[in-house]
């Protein structure tokens, strides 16, 4: 678990040089080719954009950030509530599971258009409740898993203790799936910010980061298009740290440092 | 109560998928007796239902028909009374918990106190020599390591009886040697009664007071071959050629049992030029 210090910094060393090499050989090239700003706007450009509108997409992230947020609570709440839900009745799972599988292979952010017409124009509602749908499944999937595949062994040993499905489910199903929960946090937590972004496409409010990226773009204004594609950025990174850091956190042991399977 | 019976198995037979295409007879006649104090080990080529008959006592399956007695119970109530404990091939201990709590599992479930678990915990670890690793992890053990907690574990309750399936059958040659060698302690200091299950004959001879040969399709007992190496077996013993005797004893009694799946035409076939 622990680091030394010599290890954190070989392991940032390499993205840093990186991450500011390809963003010189990106300066020189708008110099040196002379890319016009529509085209592609330089870093510089592109940053003073994000100092110069600190204020405006700080307010756009906020907009976006919440429904991320929204969603990504309350569908991780409900897809860990159907997965125990699963595990326990049968015939539910054999319902839920090819449904839920074959609903997470299609790109159903699109679902947003319908639920707009559900609500006011300005409502929030239907890119929170896209949100919810997108992580619910992320996360009943994954969680689901880890409450069913159990090794042969642990069960027999429970059996071979007289334990009851309660005290199997609590001592051995349980803690099997929380390093599951996690990878499926990792993975919903930023995809959770860019469905709140896409959600934006679709209509309603011109408040959040998505739709002010199209707008920027419909009046050619790309240093300041890209300056809001920055602040995506910057959220999604969040997202994703936040879920790392509670990752870590809350697995005992580190198991959830470690290689897993799925993982 | 003198006289009861450590495991008592009466005409039992096992077939799995009875009744279907598949069926498969795994297990037939057996009739086995077990006193309180002995060291069993079944033997026999893969296919021969010797982990089959160690589930049966374990009541982890039911029998298609006979009986399995284990203290004299019924092997059901047995299995709820937790009088057995068991040890399997893998280790089997739970990831997310330090060493300590995996062997205070079975306790946890017969609703122990938390300081009459951790007392009882400690001491097993003292018992299979790892206390200084209560704290550890379990991956952050050697599989040899991790098999002395599983042994902890499944004896922390004193069960009498401890039933282990293949136990160190994926541990290398020394460490499995040594584990043979601590499993022998702890069978001294515990007077717990054991069943194990094992191909390997050195190590049947070696730990057992006596040993059960088994034939496959469908698994039967064909020989049972009692070990009196005395009680104080030693690195010596290895070498003695009693050990060797018995060894020879046991291998002569394992020929002539045709392995499953090699059909005796098969061996006809290549036998002849």
Known sequence: MSRSPRSVVAAVIPPLVFGVGFLLIWETAVKVFDFQPYFLPAPSAIWSAFRENTELIWEATKVSGLNAFVGLVVGTALGVLISFALARFRLLNDVMTPLSVALNAVPIFVLVALFNNMYPVTSEVPRRLMVTLVVYFIVLVNVARGLREVGATALELMHSYAASDIAILRKVRVPNAVPYLFTALRIAAPASVITAFVSEYFGGSQNGLGSRIVGNIALSNNAEAWAYVLGACLLGLSFFLVALVLERVATPGGVGARERVGA | ?273
């Open chain 2, 1 to 273: 109560m003198t006289g009861v019976k450590a495991v008592e198995v009466r005409g039992l037979s096992k077939v799995f998928n009875a009744g279907k295409p598949n069926e498969v007879p795994a297990l037939v006649d057996i009739d086995l007796v077990i006193e309180p104090g002995e060291f069993v080990s079944l033997i026999g080529p893969s296919g021969c239902g010797k982990s089959t008959q160690l589930r049966l006592i374990a009541n982890l399956l039911e029998p298609t028909t006979g009986e399995v007695l284990v203290n004299g119970k019924p092997a059901r109530t047995a299995r709820l009374d937790q009088d057995y404990g068991m040890a399997f091939q893998q280790a089997g201990l739970f990831d997310w918990r330090s060493v300590v709590k995996n062997v205070e599992l079975p306790l946890e479930l017969k609703g122990w106190d938390k300081a009459r678990r951790r007392t009882r915990a400690l001491e097993m670890l003292e018992l299979v020599k790892l206390p200084e690793f209560a704290e550890h992890f379990p991956w952050q053990l050697s599989g040899g390591m991790q098999q002395r907690v599983a042994i902890a574990r499944a004896l922390a309750a004193h069960p009498p009886l401890l039933l282990m399936d293949e136990p160190f059958g994926a541990l290398d040659e020394m460490t499995r040697e040594h584990m043979q060698a601590e499993l022998l302690r702890i069978f001294g200091e515990t007077a717990t009664t054991v069943v194990f299950v094992t191909h390997s004959i050195p190590e049947a001879v070696y730990l057992s007071t006596r040993v059960v040969v088994m034939s496959p399709r469908p698994g039967r007992i064909t020989d049972v071959i009692e070990v009196d190496l005395g009680p104080g077996r030693d690195v010596d013993t290895r070498e003695a050629d009693a050990f060797f005797k018995k060894v020879t004893e046991v291998r002569e009694a394992l020929r002539g049992i045709q392995p499953a799946g090699v059909e005796p035409d098969i061996v006809q076939v290549v036998d002849e030029p």
